[in-house]
């Protein structure tokens, strides 16, 4: 492993002890992807590169042992579990040799294979905290998705990555993430660039005042009538005039994973409304990071975040007794 100091060097230090379990034994994310593993990938995946000089990306197996690294570093004495990684949008060759042969008749080796997007997360189950009765623990990972990378460039041309920390709920595998914890369009030509972003967002991120936001949603509610105009107005938010759309803070979240959130609302068993009809905004939370679970990999951080932002938006209305146009 590598680690990069205050001035930008490079010093060698000891690898990271990593427990053998996996990071949650459920899928973070589902839409669309299949499960991996950090070993696999180095063995059997192969790299893009760019196609004008041939030169490599950076690749999936070297993105997950930098924030593992950092990780082990920053967080020292911590327990870390082994990356869950998931990947989706394969991209399927064969070796030369083999290219007139019939696809049913191609051996293993003969097969070539890497995906197009990758999701993981590293669990630090030392760290913990609870909210509103959920134990959370302290997670972190990121998303690359080569389809924003320029393939047919040089090696000079940026390649984008998104990373993030912040708290995982292991009552349903539900990442809470927000903004201060969340890098979304990590810009970078080379590895130690990376590995430089990763600290960065490692050393700033705090976890109490994250904990904090996380915490004063338990403390307001909204009722049934006003979760109707809620959802009546999430639907109608894509289809506003650009001129209105530019005055309220979006929604990233569509129909179907709306739909999601109305039916979680009456049957889902940890984040259902009360028997009086309400529901607090802890509550509501989990039930659209429960619906971002079928979101694609390329946007699943950024509306993990968004998810964040609308029910903070909500409280601070409900809090401060202001305009609320979704509740209005």
Known sequence: MEYINNNNAIELVQPIQVEETVSTDKPFIEANTVETNLEEIKQSHIIPVF???NETLISHSEFIEATLSFTGDIFNGENILKPNVRVSHPIKGRIPEAKDKPANKLNEWEKTLYYERMAFIIELPSIQAVVDGNLLNLTIGGVKAYNTDNLYSRSVTDQHFKIFIGFQNKVCTNLCVWSDGFMSDVRVKTLDQLRISIKTLLESYNKNYHLNHLNR?????ITEH??????????????LPSFLKAEIPPILFGDNQMATVVKDFYRDDSFCRDLNGNINLWRLFNLFTGANKSSYIDSFLDRSVNAFSFVEQIRRGLENRTNCWYLN
Do not use: P, T, W
Request: hydrophobic share 35%.
């Open 51 to 53: 196609v004008k000089d």
């Open 217 to 221: 949603l338990s403390e307001f509610s």
């Open 226 to 239: 006003q979760f109707a105009q809620l959802i009546g107005r999430c639907r109608m938010y894509n289809h």
